[in-house]
């Protein structure tokens, strides 16, 4: 992780803003300081067009024959002009200005200082239809690298044309189920690219009703594990921990009857080595995946009540109102669960528990985030919030690697915070990166942050980093504009970042020079945003879509720094570099591409 200079932790309030002036009127920080004069040169602005130069503007005045430029309290040149062009810097760097006029009776005070970023030269090395061939209907749900750097892309498929190749696991599409809901058959699926956008290989997992995955995780031994939701017939493998559907008494009307599963192809995708159920006589399914050193998998999922999986020595046995969220570890052979457990707070009659995220590390903390509407989740004492604060607030924690509960806390304001899946991140220091949306407008941000303030719409996305031990907030900040932001998808990255994928119908975000995209191309966009740790600045920031809706449902990075997307686009215009079918879906529907951004 970069290592930024003590001055720039002493920004001030609005500083770290990207290309823009922090309003102040700071003297310099250190070295020798002349008497100020009564004049001084204002409005000093700065704005980072490149990876490695800054170009400052200012105002000044006939009393001054000159102009002395100042980087990090130190003086970097002159010039007679009002503007000038610092060169030579490092990309991904907070640099500070100030400006004085030298006048016939000595130097002036100094202008207003202003803090720039510059920024993190991503290039948009690949943007690739799933299926170019028929653009057939699918939902992506998940991305993730492998250690080689090839590219895995789940969700689910929805059409007998999707594509699949030669020796996959199964290649037919499965329908004619019973218990299928309003959205017809759905099969999951899970593809493989490598790094120049070449499909690899492709299955289909399915049976004949509802079937989709939310997650994917490459594990240690090769092994590709999906999870999500499915129906009656989805194919299990003996010796599992639940082989037959549980059932569903309150099915949903779109899904049809669901209960969750975890499935786990070989490497070569031709060959389902284990999968198993994980459901009760209610509706409930998995939301999010992962997976430890020792090729365990975890789990995350809302359920009802009687979930017969639930452990001995779980943190809550059972859920506090109608449903909660449920987080589970199975062993290696997908045979046994060997610890599960309710967590959160009681929603309310009618009302079931929100899509939750889970992260474990490989020292195997387990973080979890669920969007919580009801009091009376287990925080811990010195937890950031113990209450919820509004009428839905994020709910955070931290299990350890023997099962305790290190912290659990609310986060939120008066308004609705809510996440989709994937929506976590974990540094090497053990602070957890949650991101969302948000509708209030008074969620907790550090007034020092990149857009400390609600921007407008009905919900802005937002970033809040939380400290190790769960007590304190280390950065927090808004991003949004006049419309309304959805965030899918967080990593820190190897330079240290940490990035963000979600989408916007705001046309006034704050786009970097280096942006693929800088204005919005339709009614909502994907967008790829990379933060300062500290939250306090956007190196990078950029719209991507066509002229329909286009959303970012995940993101991943690879060892090397790439960043992989995995979008869904209504656009026939989604500006690809892989060529393919630009002829839109049948009624509209959703299909999927693969945007790979190199550093």
């Given at each position: 992780m970069r290592v930024f200079p003590v001055w720039m932790l002493a920004a001030f309030a609005a500083a770290f803003l990207f290309g823009c002036s922090d309003g102040s009127s700071a003297p310099p920080s250190g070295g020798p300081q002349p008497p100020p004069q009564a004049n001084t040169p204002t409005g000093l602005t700065g704005a980072a067009p490149t990876a490695?130069?800054?170009?400052?503007?200012w105002t000044g005045g006939s009393q001054f024959s000159l102009y002395r430029i100042y980087r990090n309290d130190v003086e970097i040149g002159t010039t007679t002009a009002l503007t000038f062009t610092d060169t030579g810097l490092t990309a991904v760097t907070a640099y500070r200005y100030y400006v004085r006029g030298e006048m016939s009776g000595g130097l002036s005070g100094a202008s207003n200082a202003v803090n720039v970023t510059t920024p993190n030269m991503l290039s948009h090395s690949l943007s690739t239809l799933l299926d170019p061939a028929m653009r057939s209907a699918m939902l992506v749900r998940d991305i993730a690298?492998?250690?080689?750097?090839?590219?895995?892309?789940t969700g689910g498929a929805f059409s007998a044309d999707f594509p699949t190749t030669p020796g996959a696991y199964d290649r037919t599409f499965a329908t004619g189920g019973a218990s299928t809901g309003s959205a017809g058959a759905s099969d999951v699926f899970v593809m493989k690219f490598n790094r120049s956008g070449a499909l690899v290989w492709s299955t289909l997992i399915g049976g004949p009703n509802y079937d989709r995955a939310y997650g994917v995780e490459i594990a240690p031994d090769g092994g590709v594990i999906v999870a999500g939701r499915?129906?009656?017939?989805?194919?299990?493998?003996?010796?599992?921990?639940?082989?037959?559907?549980?059932?569903?008494?309150?099915?949903?009307?779109l899904y049809g009857k669901q209960d969750?599963?975890?499935?786990?192809?070989?490497?070569?995708?031709?060959?389902?080595?284990?999968?198993?159920?994980?459901?009760?006589?209610?509706?409930?399914?998995?939301?999010?995946?992962?997976v430890d050193s020792a090729n365990k998998v975890y789990i995350a999922g809302p359920f009802y009540g009687g979930l017969a999986h639930i452990t001995a020595g779980a943190v809550q046995s059972a859920p506090n109102g109608n449903s909660d969220l449920v987080y589970a570890r199975l062993s290696a052979d997908g045979a046994a669960v060997e610890y599960a457990t309710y967590l959160g707070g009681d929603e309310g009659a009618g009302k079931m528990a929100g899509p939750p995220s889970i992260i474990v590390t490989a020292d195997r903390n387990v973080y979890l985030a669920v969007p919580e509407s009801g009091?009376?989740?287990p925080t811990t004492p010195n937890a950031f919030q113990r209450n919820s604060a509004g009428a839905a607030d994020f709910l955070l924690a931290r299990f350890g690697p023997t099962d305790n509960l290190v912290y659990a806390t609310y986060l939120g304001g008066s308004g609705v915070e809510d996440i989709e899946t994937h929506n976590i991140a974990v540094d090497a220091a053990g602070r957890l990166a949650i991101t969302g949306s948000s509708a209030s407008t008074d969620y907790p941000t550090r007034f020092d942050s990149y857009q400390p303030?609600?921007?407008?719409?009905?919900?802005?996305?937002?970033v809040s980093i939380l400290s190790a031990d769960g007590t304190s907030l280390a950065g927090s900040t808004y991003i949004g504009g006049t419309g309304n932001e959805n965030t899918q998808g967080v990593k820190f990255g190897p330079d240290g970042l940490l990035y963000v994928s979600g989408e916007s119908s705001s046309a006034s975000l704050r786009t970097t020079s280096n942006a693929v995209q800088k204005s919005r191309a339709g009614g909502v966009d994907a967008i790829l945003i990379a933060l300062l740790p500290s939250l306090k600045g956007a190196p990078y920031l950029s719209y991507l879509g066509g002229s329909g809706d286009d959303f970012a449902r995940a993101l991943d990075i690879a060892d090397d720094g790439a960043v992989g997307v995995a979008v869904n686009t209504q656009s026939s215009n989604f500006p690809l570099s892989a060529g393919g079918s630009s002829a839109p879906n049948p009624g509209g529907a959703q299909t999927g591409i693969l945007s790979l951004f190199t550093p």
């Open positions: 490695s130069s800054v170009t400052l503007t690298f492998d250690a080689a750097g090839n590219i895995y892309l499915a129906g009656e017939g989805y194919p299990t493998t003996p010796g599992v921990a639940q082989p037959a559907f549980a059932g569903d008494a309150n099915p949903n009307n969750g599963f975890i499935s786990k192809l070989s490497a070569d995708g031709s060959t389902l080595l284990w999968s198993t159920y994980f459901g009760e006589a209610r509706r409930g399914f998995i939301r999010d995946v992962g009091d009376g989740a303030n609600f921007g407008g719409g009905s919900s802005d996305a937002v």
